[in-house]
């Protein structure tokens, strides 16, 4: 089956591109996702329209990515945890504990886009990337300090 993708899709191909997919690839995941359309004539015919179309709606969700990224930079995240001598803290701080701290102060973030590898699990200064859009990433400063 012929389609056109409306979005990049790993190892198939980037927007805008006409590709030949198995059937059912093309009607159990890319159509019901929207991540493709039926390369019809009529589709191909308004192929830049719909290209166009798809541009702006990138740029919009690019700008909040950057307002949002704008207003993580200017928070900082300080928490205050029981620790050992050698500063490795009892229990640790993870993405539950970001994300409800990003909410708090009006920033709704999907915990999936906090880019934190392990939990934090000792005191100091940290940097927490969060990733809002696929060109835009906030950092977050976290500073865990003993109780």
Do not use: C, W
């Amino acid at each position: 089956m012929k389609i056109i993708l409306m979005d990049d899709v790993p190892a198939l191909g980037r927007r805008g591109e006409i590709r030949d997919v198995s059937d059912g690839y093309a009607r159990n995941y890319l159509l019901p996702h929207k991540l493709a359309l039926h390369a019809t004539a009529a589709n191909l015919k308004n192929l830049d329209q719909i290209k166009a179309s798809q541009d702006a709606a990138t740029a919009k969700l690019t700008a909040q990515a950057h307002e949002q990224a704008r207003a993580i930079e200017a928070l900082h995240f300080t928490q205050a945890r029981q620790a050992s001598d050698e500063g490795r803290l009892f229990g640790s701080i993870g993405k539950a504990d970001v994300a409800a701290f990003l909410s708090q102060h009006g920033v709704a973030v999907e915990r999936r886009r906090i880019v934190l590898d392990e939990p934090i699990k000792s005191v100091g200064d940290f940097t927490v990337p969060v990733r809002l859009h696929a060109d835009v990433t906030g950092q977050l400063k976290v500073s865990v300090t003993r109780e």
